[in-house]
């Protein structure tokens, strides 16, 4: 069982930088994949980033290369999602979420398992 809580969301301007963490309970943290994602209203829910357990291989989706930067301290049972140049179309409610035990990363949300409550991020235009 894995609890993962995010924090770091608010309301920024556009081009600024915001950096989003996620905490996660469980000793076997270190194990895990684990995946961003983020919802706009009126729209599903996409895939923003993802890193290997080992945190050796990332995925990001295309709107955000360049822009964002998923990384973990598995000391600190913390995933991290830093956002720059953030735009508009950046707004939504992002969670963190975890896959299975060395497996992964996925792009794809039915692969993770564990879910955190999520953290609004909104950007001014």
């Known amino acids: 069982q894995v609890q993962l809580v995010e924090s770091g969301g608010g309301l920024v301007q556009a081009g600024d930088s915001l950096r989003l963490s996620c905490a996660a309970s469980g000793r076997t943290f270190s194990s895990y994949s684990l995946g961003w994602f983020r919802q706009a209203p009126g729209k599903e829910r996409e895939f923003v980033a993802a890193i290997k357990w080992t945190g050796d291989n990332t995925l990001y989706t295309n709107s955000v290369k360049g822009r964002f930067l998923i990384s973990r301290d598995n000391a600190k049972n913390t995933v991290y999602l830093q956002m720059n140049s953030l735009t508009h179309e950046d707004t939504a409610v992002y969670y963190c979420?975890?896959?299975?035990?060395?497996?992964?990363?996925?792009?794809?949300?039915?692969?993770?398992?564990?879910w955190g409550q999520g953290t609004q991020v909104t950007v001014s235009s």
């Open positions: 979420a975890a896959g299975s035990p060395y497996s992964g990363p996925y792009y794809g949300s039915e692969r993770y398992r564990y």
